[in-house]
């Protein structure tokens, strides 16, 4: 399968806005299998029958981004213990610059946190057998960041990610133009709409850093803590050589 080859999975969940399937996606030695890794936006959001929509797609773990006591929505699988990982990929108590961009944003994230991205994807690796929804808020920063490491790991290239993450900008429109709408003054709503867009040089300039200043993802992950039968087991996992 080549790249020209592939169109994103969108799922149409109740409530939902973002979410997709990664199945198809090409990596190194074939492409992500379907039904293997999904990302969303927050849960928070499903609407009526999106749990049996869930498990009738074969669900098995749910890894929630979001730091605890993020949101004030009760999430569906909170207290489904079998399903239901937390896993935030930020510590409250994390020292943060007045970042000029996105990109800034993300490589301080990652530098902070490499135990906690790791642990992130660990948790893909070691999930149930089934599908795994990896979400935050908005599905777009801290799940792009979650699945851009995950997809590099299975093999995929540099451009295809950024691609992926490029295109949470067109599902979240629907919500994202209501907000910048209502922001009256025009510098902060230009300023606010630069940093909710996601352009692919964004996550092409954090896993260049990631590339320069760690040795590459699989490098990054496994000084965080990620083991090596982890990572094999997460390829495993997510790539079939099936057409």
């Known amino acids: 399968m080549t790249t020209s080859d592939y169109t994103p999975l969108h799922l149409d969940w109740p409530g939902m806005h973002n ?7 090409p990596v190194r030695d074939g492409h992500i299998k379907q039904g293997a890794l999904i990302r969303a ?15 009738a797609e074969g669900v098995s773990r749910v890894i929630d981004l979001r730091r ?35 990109a800034e944003l993300y490589v301080e994230m990652v530098d902070a946190r490499p135990d906690l991205f790791a642990g992130a994807v660990a948790a893909i690796a070691d999930a149930p057998a089934g599908a795994v929804v990896v979400h935050c808020a908005g599905g777009k920063d801290r ?4 699945v851009a490491m995950a997809l590099t790991l ?3 290239d540099p451009d ?22 209502s922001i009256e003054d025009e510098t902060a709503r230009e300023r606010v709409r630069e940093f909710i867009a996601t352009p692919e040089s964004n996550m092409l300039t954090v896993l260049e850093h990631i590339d320069a200043e760690h040795g590459g993802v699989e490098a990054y992950l496994r000084s965080g803590g990620l083991s090596e039968d982890q990572a094999r087991r997460l390829r495993q996992r997510l790539v079939t050589d099936e057409t």
């Open 160 to 181: 295809r990610v950024a691609a992926d993450y490029a295109l949470t900008q067109e599902r979240n429109a629907p919500l994202v133009n209501g907000y910048l709408e």
């Open 68 to 102: 605890v006591g993020e949101s004030s929505e009760p999430h569906p699988y909170a207290d489904d213990g079998d399903i239901y990982v937390n896993l935030p990929v930020e510590d409250p108590g994390d020292l943060k610059t007045m970042a000029e961009s996105m």
């Open 154 to 156: 299975a093999g995929a």
């Open 19 to 25: 979410v997709r399937d990664l199945g198809g996606l």
């Open 41 to 55: 936006e927050s849960l928070t959001r499903l609407g009526d029958g999106g749990v049996d929509r869930l498990a």
């Open 143 to 146: 799940t792009g960041l979650v």
